[in-house]
DNA sequence: CTTGACGTAGAACACCTGTTCGCCTAATAT
DNA sequence: ATATTAGGCGAACAGGTGTTCTACGTCAAG
């Protein structure tokens, strides 16, 4: 075998690892198969994509399929360098409606996206955001247009500021929740607004507000 | 002429050089020509071809002949950078005060900035932002902590939400500003509230309001 | 009007590129 | 000994991709 094992790395796989690393950093963009290849002292591109897919595996790539240029090495911490967050917005906030959740098709979606600075948004992934569309979160101090960006989560702490369902209304809110036994004290952001409280049963926690952006 | 020159850029490059810098920020890699013509809004990947040649030329961008994803946005380190404003915080609003204005110490402090994503503030450079303290902006649907960017100017267009100064209250507030003859008429952000009117030689315009962030 | 510079549009071309298929070799397990 | 698995190879395919060519339209200067 001329396989000679680097952690669990055949030769092959260790020469792609390194060739596309240096390759990345001389030219910014990662290479196309047949660089690899070339590069990397590869028979043939079959062999490439063999070696990709065991990388892939390994969780040592990640890869947009049949996209060119598609493999991409696995560096968060690059990703955590990165200053600007994207948040894709995927609905809108109306009191009336439950809070939309994201899902996959919303967030390849690239149109719909606002720019989060990630000093703004402390290490949260997982984010989206929702327009605020009418008055009705005014006692929430968040008018027609605001951006919401939300974490997603089901369960929140005393003091959290979430979008809440309210099941017996049929009105989703936003507000400060505070756990008090059976019952939830949703308290308004307002100060000149009373809190007011709901059971337990009847709210459905959909996240909690990490920001919010008011273009002017 | 379809055109609406922003700088000396036309309306389609510069839908180009936007798509390709959301493009990059959000793939890590650049984009092909037809994404570049689909996300941009181009009719034909010639139209694409023939606006990058003149992106290039006026030393937007980069390219690799004939590779694809060969375009790259001129100078990344300086794109990124500029992804993210770091605006000043020079002060707080208060009710009775002036709104503070930046002056050079404060811009040298690097300490107290917030960074905001430049698509939030488009294209505006000389910012500054101020923390709200207390419940005064309780009308204009800010609350206490939230942060107020602002461009320093001292007249304002109808329905700017604007900082301005009542000189004859001693009092400073955020309101929307219309002008009305010798009056203005100042109009709160909460809707339910009534505007009101001053004369306007007992205000003083401090600067317009870009955003408003809120960290929850 | 003519001309020339610019902007637009569609199509075609030639090459690039990721993927897959069939076949091979060698080592290991059954 | 046979089957199985991992690694390897070359060729071909289908669609992606950058580029270029032609034709058309607009507008301002000569």
Known sequence: MANT?????TDSQQRIMDFI???????????TIREI?????????????YHLKALERANLLNRRERSSRG??????ERVNLRSVLNVPVVGRIVA???????????????????QVARSLVNGDEDLYALEVKGNSMIDAL???GDIVVMKRMTEVQNGDL?????????EATLKRVYHEGRRLRLK???????????????????????????KV
């Open 142 to 144: 968040i008018s027609d």
């Open 5 to 9: 094992p680097t952690g669990s790395l």
């Open 71 to 76: 493999v991409m090495v696995r560096d968060p």
């Open 21 to 31: 690393n240096r390759y990345v950093s001389m030219n910014d963009v990662p290479p």
């Open 188 to 214: 308004p952001e307002n100060p000149t607004m009373q809190p007011f409280y709901v059971d337990a049963r009847h709210v459905q926690i959909q996240g909690k507000v990490v920001c919010v952006l008011r």
């Open 37 to 49: 290849q070339h590069g990397a002292g590869i028979s043939s591109t079959s062999m490439v994509s």
């Open 96 to 114: 009336s409606e439950p809070v939309p959740m994201p899902d996959a098709d919303a967030m390849r979606d690239s149109e719909n996206s606002v």
């Open 162 to 170: 979430a979008a809440v369902f309210l099941t017996d209304r049929n």
